[in-house]
C-alpha cells in the first residue's frame, strides 16, 4: 500500500513538473496584434539536414530574392547553432488570402543544378518563421493511439523519384509552397494574433502562353480560371537550362488555440510516445537499489563504528580489522594532487552551470520559442561559475598543504577550457571546409574568447583567494609518517574493475533521458521537458554519491587506503557509457553517411562525454570525502 502512494507521488510530482516545463510562455515576450491588410515579415532561416548535420544559408541556392537580403541580429546560441536568418520574398497580407503568386524564374546553368540536385540529395529542409513561429509541414498519420496530425520543421528542397515505366532516379524542385497562417481572433477588437504557420510543398511544371513578362499568366495555376496547384502530378525537374517557376499561396484560417498555447502542436511533434511509466519504473529500481544499499551501509557503519568504541584491552585494540586499520593513512596526500583540485573545482564549476540552467529552464525562460536562448544561457552561466571553481580547487589544494594558489587557479581557468576549445576549433575548421553556415565567424570567435579571457579567467582567480585566504580544513585523524603497506587485493577490488562497474547505475538513471536529449539534438526536435529532467538529473547526482560511498566503504574495509582518485573516477566513469551509448546511437538511429558529419557527431559527443565525467566525478569525490571524514571521526582512536 505504501509502495503505491509512494508510487503514485512520484507520477504526481513528475506530473507536475513537466506542466512547469511548458504552462509558462517565455517571459517577456509580448504577443503581436494583426488588423485585417496589415502586412506580415516572413523571415527565411537556415537549409538543415539530418543526414549531414551542416546548416547552410538559405539564400547559398539560387531561390528567389528581395531586393535587399537583411540579416537579422542573432544572439550567441543562434550563432553557435547556424540559424542564418535573412529577409523573405515573400508578401503577406494578414488575412488576406493569395492564389498563384508568381515570386521569380530562375533558369538552371550546370553549377545550380548541380547545388539543387546536392541538397535534394541529403533531404535538406528550407526553415521558415513568421512572428517567431517555425514553419512546419503537417503530416497526417493512420496509427491509432498516436496523434492524428504531426509536425515536421521545415519542409524539403525537393524529392527523389523516377518517372513511370522509367528506372532512371530524377530530381524534383519542391516550387509551389501552399501556405496556412493560422490565427486567433479578438471578438472585441477584431484585431488577431498568429498561433500557426503551416506548409503543403508541391511539385509543379510551370506552363504558360506567349513570351515571359512580368504580367504572365500561368496555365499551370490561375486563380482567374481557378485552376489551383493540389498535387504534384507533373513535377518540375532540376537539370541544367531548364526554367523553374516559383510560386506560392496563403490561406488564412482562424483558429480556436489561443496565443499563449500556440507552441504545444510544435512540442507536441515528437515521433515516439514517451513512455512515461517505463522511465518511472525505472527511475523508482534506481532509487530502491540505492536505498537498499544506503540501508545497509547505514546497518553496517553503526555496527562497525559501536565495536570500535567498545573495544577496552589493549589486546583487542591490537587486533583492529577493517576500515579502522586504515586511519593513519586514509588522508594521506593522494599522487597528483594538483590535477585532483583542478578536476574538481572544474567540476563545481560544471556542476552549478546545470543546475541554474535547468532551474531557468523550468521557470519557462528557455523555451524552444527563445531561439539559442538555452546556449547562450549555458556559456555565461559557466563563465560566471569560474568563481565557485576557483574556491573550491583551492579549498581542496590548501586541504592538501598547497602553498601556490595562483598556480592552481591558472590550471583551473585553462585546462578543462583549453581542451574543449581545442576540439572545437578543429570541427569548426571542418565546418569552415564545407562552407557552412555552422561555421563560427571570427565576430563570434572573439566574443567567446572574450568571455574565457576577460571574464571567467579573472573570476576564477577571485574565487581561488578567497578559498584560500580561509583557514584550511584539518584532517579528522592524523596522518603517519610512514606509508603502511596495501595488501594484495581480490579480483574484484581491482580499480579497473571497481571503477567500470561503479559508472554502470549512474547511466542507468539516465539513459532513457539521454535517448530524448539525442533525438532533439541530432533530430531536429524540440526538448522542452526540463522538470522532468531536473528530476533525473537529482537521481544522478544521488545514485552518484551512493555508489561511490558504496565501493569506497568496501576499498577502506579491504585495507586500501587510495581513494581520492579512485572516488572521482568511480562515478566519473558513467561517461565511458555515455560516449559508447552515443556510438551505439549513431549507427542504429542516425543516417549521417558523410566522414565530416560523422567526425562532427562524435567530436561533440566528446566534449560531452568530458563535461559529464567531470560532473559526476565531482559528485563522486564530494560524496566520499564527506563519508570518509564522518566515519573517522566518529571513532576513537588513540
Not at 7 to 36: R, T
Not at 47 to 58: E, G
Not at 201 to 214: A, F, I, L, N, R
Not at 426 to 447: D, H, R
Request: aromatic letters at 16%.
Amino acid at each position: 500500500m505504501a509502495m503505491e502512494a509512494s508510487g503514485s507521488a512520484i507520477v504526481l510530482i513528475l506530473l507536475l513538473c513537466v506542466h512547469v516545463a511548458h504552462s509558462f510562455y517565455l517571459p517577456g515576450v509580448a504577443p503581436q496584434d494583426f488588423e485585417k491588410g496589415d502586412e506580415l515579415k516572413v523571415k527565411v532561416n537556415k537549409l538543415s539536414s539530418i543526414k549531414t548535420q551542416l546548416p547552410y544559408s538559405y539564400y547559398s541556392l539560387p531561390f528567389c530574392q528581395p531586393k535587399k537580403i537583411v540579416d537579422s541580429t542573432e544572439n550567441l546560441g543562434e550563432v553557435l547553432r547556424g540559424d542564418r536568418i535573412e529577409n523573405a520574398p515573400y508578401s503577406f497580407k494578414m488575412r488576406e488570402a493569395q492564389m498563384c503568386n508568381v515570386l521569380c524564374r530562375v533558369t538552371l546553368d550546370a553549377k545550380t543544378a548541380k547545388a539543387f540536385k546536392e541538397k535534394i540529395d541529403d533531404e535538406y529542409r528550407v526553415n521558415m518563421i513568421l512572428d517567431n513561429l517555425p514553419l512546419v509541414v503537417p503530416i497526417e498519420r493512420g496509427d491509432p493511439g498516436s496523434p492524428a496530425v504531426v509536425y515536421q520543421l521545415g519542409y524539403h528542397v525537393g524529392l527523389k523519384g523516377q518517372y513511370e515505366g522509367s528506372k532512371e532516379q530524377k530530381f524534383f524542385m519542391h516550387n509551389h509552397l501552399a501556405f496556412t497562417v493560422r490565427y486567433h481572433r479578438d471578438l472585441q477588437t477584431d484585431s488577431a494574433r498568429i498561433v500557426g504557420f503551416e506548409v503543403k510543398p508541391y511539385s509543379v511544371k510551370h506552363e504558360y502562353d506567349g513570351k515571359w513578362s512580368e504580367k504572365t499568366r500561368l496555365t499551370t495555376c490561375d486563380p482567374h480560371t481557378k485552376r489551383l496547384v493540389v498535387s504534384s502530378s507533373t513535377p518540375q525537374e532540376v537539370e541544367p537550362k531548364k526554367e523553374i517557376i516559383f510560386t506560392y499561396d496563403v490561406d488564412f484560417q482562424e483558429s480556436e488555440v489561443k496565443w499563449a498555447s500556440r507552441w504545444d502542436a510544435y512540442l507536441l511533434m515528437n515521433d515516439n510516445q514517451i513512455h512515461w511509466f517505463s522511465i518511472v519504473n525505472s527511475l523508482m529500481i534506481v532509487l530502491f537499489l540505492s536505498g537498499m544499499v544506503a540501508m545497509i551501509m547505514l546497518r553496517t557503519l553503526y555496527r562497525d563504528i559501536s565495536r570500535y568504541n567498545e573495544l577496552e584491552t589493549q589486546e583487542e585494540a591490537q587486533e583492529e580489522t577493517g576500515w579502522k586499520l586504515v586511519h593513519g593513512d586514509v588522508f594521506r596526500i593522494p599522487t597528483n594532487s594538483d590535477l585532483l583540485c583542478v578536476y574538481v573545482g572544474t567540476g563545481v564549476q560544471c556542476l552549478g552551470m546545470v543546475f541554474v540552467t535547468m532551474i531557468f529552464a523550468m521557470l519557462g525562460f528557455l523555451s524552444p520559442s527563445n531561439r539559442g536562448g538555452l546556449m547562450t544561457a549555458m556559456l555565461l552561466l559557466w563563465v560566471f561559475m569560474g568563481l565557485f571553481a576557483g574556491y573550491a580547487s583551492s579549498r581542496l589544494y590548501k586541504m592538501f598543504k598547497g602553498t601556490e594558489w595562483k598556480r592552481i587557479a591558472f590550471r583551473t581557468a585553462f585546462l578543462f577550457p583549453a581542451v574543449v576549445s581545442a576540439i572545437f576549433f578543429v570541427l569548426n575548421a571542418l565546418i569552415w571546409g564545407q562552407k557552412s553556415s555552422g561555421a563560427v565567424p571570427f565576430g563570434t570567435m572573439f566574443a567567446l574568447i572574450f568571455l574565457w579571457f576577460g571574464i571567467s579567467v579573472p573570476l576564477v582567480f577571485v574565487g581561488a583567494y578567497l578559498g584560500f585566504k580561509k583557514p584550511a580544513v584539518d584532517d579528522p585523524v592524523k596522518t603517519n609518517k610512514i606509508p603502511r603497506q596495501i595488501p594484495e587485493q581480490a579480483w574484484y577490488m581491482n580499480p579497473v574493475f571497481s571503477i567500470l562497474i561503479g559508472g554502470i547505475l549512474p547511466f542507468g538513471a539516465v539513459f532513457i533521458e539521454l535517448f530524448f536529449i539525442l533525438t532533439s539534438i541530432w533530430l531536429n526536435q524540440f526538448y522542452y521537458i526540463f522538470g522532468f529532467l531536473f528530476l533525473v538529473f537529482v537521481i544522478l547526482i544521488v545514485t552518484c554519491a551512493e555508489i561511490t560511498v558504496v565501493l569506497c566503504y568496501f576499498q577502506l574495509c579491504s585495507e586500501d587506503y587510495l581513494w581520492w582518485w579512485r572516488s572521482y573516477l568511480t562515478s566519473g566513469s558513467s561517461a565511458l557509457y555515455l560516449f559508447l551509448y552515443a556510438t551505439f546511437y549513431f549507427f542504429t538511429k542516425l543516417q549521417i553517411t558523410k566522414l565530416v558529419s560523422a567526425m562532427l557527431y562524435f567530436g561533440y559527443m566528446l566534449i560531452a562525454s568530458y563535461a559529464f565525467f567531470v560532473l559526476t566525478g565531482t559528485i563522486g569525490f564530494y560524496a566520499c570525502l564527506w563519508f570518509t571524514r564522518l566515519i573517522y571521526s566518529s571513532v576513537k582512536i588513540d
